[in-house]
């Protein structure tokens, strides 16, 4: 749909027919001058006459007929469309670079091995392993303009809750932020988030750009709180890590920090026929939801839930586990969501505000952040709220309906409206005028 951005009227809407699919998400178009482009469920890219909403051009992105979905909103950067699929059926993630003119393949990088010879080759059990081995790209990055590097998280491994397939190394390079030139594809550095995944923690947060001091000296840094409940804040242009945490108090998987401050998994942790009591529950401890980041106080704002849930390996279920193995899940207790405000610096946690809520429903929304000094986000009982970013008192709310995505902000005609998606309606309201 477009809609005028002054009263929200309908200028026209686009239908994609689709063939089918797995997932019937999506999370946003891209926009380069006058032409918009969009994943659909049967995994084509398509671009619009953001004019008219005439379709320009389809290009198929991957096979649904291999279980691929795709979700993720593309990035424009320069004269490349970067898009992203989803797949848990034993199927390698790459990333596609096409031309936002023509439609055509520019390059595509896998985020696994794929042939003799490739890197992190020796971290599976074999190449027919690596070839099979996940590390999908469902989530859109970010672009840094200063080094020319596309900044973008990957995926689980599969199979995603037993080793025996794809053996005991770290599977590179899944669960990992990778830092790739977006003229020729090529991989610059990576770091891997959760070496060797065995509960599908991804890594595949949307990671924040920054500029800022670190230790008394300008730095480009990276920083992300991954889904497993760890923090890390790297510099963007080697790759180097700088900061690991803990966010999230009841994260419990991992039984101690590496020397390259990875988290390293406790195996008792693992799912087991008997049973493991782990947390966090499988929607990990941030998840898609974008976090935000604000100068004025230097802090990263993360949507965070604290859970616990007895994880089961089971036979595979043929109905439709995909390739991610045969598991069980029985959650525990009552899910708790918070707004997590970090130091970057330090990774310590500065303040966290509980959300109140009459259901056991974890995950809070998306943030905002604002020049305003403001920070807006969604709390698991349809309120959404401002708070002051400083020490996250709650300044405001309005009960419209559960947030999952960011609020976003703009300004027309001298008049700044904020706004927000909840269910099937998006509600504007505005700050000033």
């Given amino acids: 749909w477009a809609l005028d951005a002054h009263d929200g009227h309908e200028l026209w809407h686009y239908f994609w027919t689709t063939q089918g699919g797995t997932h019937i998400g999506n999370r946003g178009v891209g926009m380069w001058g006058n032409y918009l482009y969009m994943e659909t469920p049967d ?104 080094t020319h590097l596309y900044i973008v998280g990957t995926g689980n491994p599969t199979p ?34 959760s070496p060797h995944d065995t509960h599908d923690w991804d890594s595949a947060q949307t990671p924040v750009l920054v500029d800022a001091d670190f230790r008394g000296n300008p730095r480009k840094l990276v920083l992300t709180a991954s889904r497993n409940g760890y923090y890390f804040t790297l510099d963007r242009t080697t790759g180097e890590r700088l900061v690991t945490s803990q966010f999230s108090d009841t994260v419990n998987w991992a039984k101690e920090i590496n020397a390259k401050g990875q988290p390293v998994r406790d195996p008792a942790k693992d799912y087991h026929i008997a049973g493991a009591l782990v947390s966090s529950a499988n ?13 004025d106080t230097g802090l990263l704002y993360v949507p965070t839930a604290e859970t616990y849930a007895m994880y089961y390996l089971t036979e595979t279920d043929p109905r439709g586990a995909m390739g991610l193995g045969g598991k069980e899940e029985i959650n525990l207790g009552a899910s708790t969501s918070y707004m997590t405000a970090i130091d970057y610096k330090t990774g310590k946690i500065v303040w966290k505000h509980k959300y109140r809520s009459a259901t056991s429903r974890g995950g809070a929304s998306g943030v905002l952040t604002t020049a305003g000094r403001l920070l807006f986000g969604g709390d698991v009982s349809g309120n959404l709220v401002a708070f002051d ?10 009960a419209i309906g559960q947030v999952t995505n960011a609020p976003q902000t703009y300004m027309v005609d001298g008049r700044q409206y904020l706004l927000a998606a909840a269910g099937d309606t998006l509600y504007a309201f505005a700050l000033y005028q």
């Fill in 43 to 146: 995994d084509y890219l398509v671009s619009l006459d953001a004019r008219t909403g005439q379709e320009r051009w389809h290009k198929e992105i991957a096979s649904v007929k291999q279980q691929y979905f795709s979700t993720t909103a593309p990035v424009v950067v320069g004269n490349h469309v970067l898009v992203g699929t989803g797949n848990d059926l034993d199927a390698p993630g790459f990333l596609t670079s096409f031309d936002p003119v023509t439609g055509d393949v520019q390059w595509k990088f896998y985020s696994v091995p794929m042939n003799p010879g490739d890197p992190g080759l020796e971290t599976w059990k074999s190449l027919d392993a690596a070839r099979h081995g996940g590390g999908q790209m469902w989530l859109p990055g970010s672009y840094d303009s200063e």
């Fill in 160 to 193: 995603a809750y037993t080793s025996q397939a794809r053996g005991e190394g770290d599977n590179l390079f899944t669960c990992a932020i990778v830092a790739i030139d977006v003229d020729t594809g090529k991989m610059a550095w990576y770091y891997q988030t």
């Fill in 283 to 295: 929607g990990g401890a941030t998840n898609w939801p974008p976090p935000a980041y604000s100068p």
């Fill in 389 to 398: 970013p400083a020490n996250g008192r709650s300044l405001w709310h309005s």
